[in-house]
């Protein structure tokens, strides 16, 4: 049976696709004794409960990952130390930052990529089997590129993961490639899946945008939340928005929203490190009941949820699908 995953009635009289936690944000930005901000993070189903990777800035706002276990993946429980990584499929497992991470279940262990900094910001991967040991691979990409997400499970016989080629800084360009790989190590096939939208038809993402959390099947082809952004005068905004991707060869997009499905529009999205931020990192879903959660970053400084029915998400990015 399909796991039970955090969930709330959407409210009264609410008229849009998707709807916030009334208790958000769910993690703080100090609930470690060293962070300054906990964001941008990302949970699977795991035992009897969650599991979960997170971004944890300390107060010298040094980037790096942190493990968490949660019962009902609403309340957690945050390693107070980052991952200590191991030898996985290469002896070279330095960084100089680790931020942004997503994680999924493949096969027999769980995948995590983050943003990985490696003269420069690149894709880091690793795999754990308990949370509690984790073996870092090689870098899947030269610099610089960022948002990796890896689809849960192989396409064609391949590792398929999505990703942001960028620069070394706060990019003001972006869209999303694919890349594939026989072994999780060596990793080519890159294949352009979505570009920014011309401003004049959905300016929300006319800057960059970016894959936000790991995509799922549903009858329509793969669901897959992102990130748009624009420059505005008072700095980039970020929303999420989300596509349908074809279950046999992803680099094509069936749908993709026009209009945002959450944009920044409460003081915990508004106002923190990096005001106007929403980005998704997580979806957990129950399909049998026709439910997702989405968990987001918000303003860079704390981590909320978000609901939806999946068929009503699917409806709307169908009738509302740019050209």
């Known amino acids: ?119 420069g910001p690149t894709i880091g991967i690793a795999y754990t089997f308990d949370f509690v040991n984790f073996y870092q691979c090689e870098n899947a990409f030269l610099p610089f590129n960022r948002n990796g997400v890896l689809f849960p499970q192989k396409i064609n016989g391949k590792y398929a993961m999505l990703s942001r080629p960028s620069d070394n800084g706060h990019t003001p360009f972006g869209d999303i490639f694919i890349s594939y790989s026989p072994d999780m190590k060596y990793w080519g096939e890159h294949r352009n899946v979505m570009q920014t939208a011309p401003f004049e038809e959905s300016a929300w993402q006319c800057t960059k945008i970016g894959a936000g959390s790991v995509p799922f099947l549903t009858e329509e082809g793969w669901l897959m939340f992102y990130h748009g952004v624009i420059n505005t005068c008072n700095g980039f905004r970020y929303s999420m928005g989300a596509a349908i991707l074809d279950k046999d060869t992803p680099e094509i997009v069936k749908y993709r929203t026009k209009p945002y499905l959450l944009a920044p529009a409460v003081p915990y999205e508004q106002t923190g490190d990096v005001p106007n931020v929403v980005f998704p990192c997580a979806a957990l879903h129950n399909t049998e009941e026709d439910k997702v959660a989405v968990y987001y970053g918000a303003a860079d400084t704390v981590v909320a949820l978000a609901f939806g029915k999946i068929s009503e998400i699917i409806k709307f990015t169908k009738e509302n699908t740019l050209p």
């Not at 796991?3 to 409210?11: A, H, L, S, T, Y």
């Not at 009289?13 to 990302?42: E, L, Q």
């Not at 990952?65 to 009902?72: E, L, R, V, Y």
């Open 1 to 119: 049976m399909t796991k039970q995953i955090p969930w709330q009635e959407k409210p009264e009289g609410c008229t849009d696709v998707m709807w916030r936690y009334s208790k958000n944000p769910i993690i703080s930005r100090n609930a470690i004794p060293s962070s300054n901000s906990i964001f941008n993070s990302a949970v699977v189903p795991f035992k009897d409960g969650f599991a979960g990777v997170f971004r944890c800035d300390n107060k010298a706002v040094q980037m790096n990952i942190h493990a968490g276990f949660s019962k009902n993946g609403m309340d957690w429980e945050i390693n107070h130390h980052p991952i200590l990584m191991q030898q996985g499929n290469t002896s070279m497992i330095s960084s100089d930052y680790k931020y942004d991470p997503r994680v999924t279940f493949i096969e027999d262990r769980y995948w995590i990529t983050w943003c990985n900094g490696y003269h």
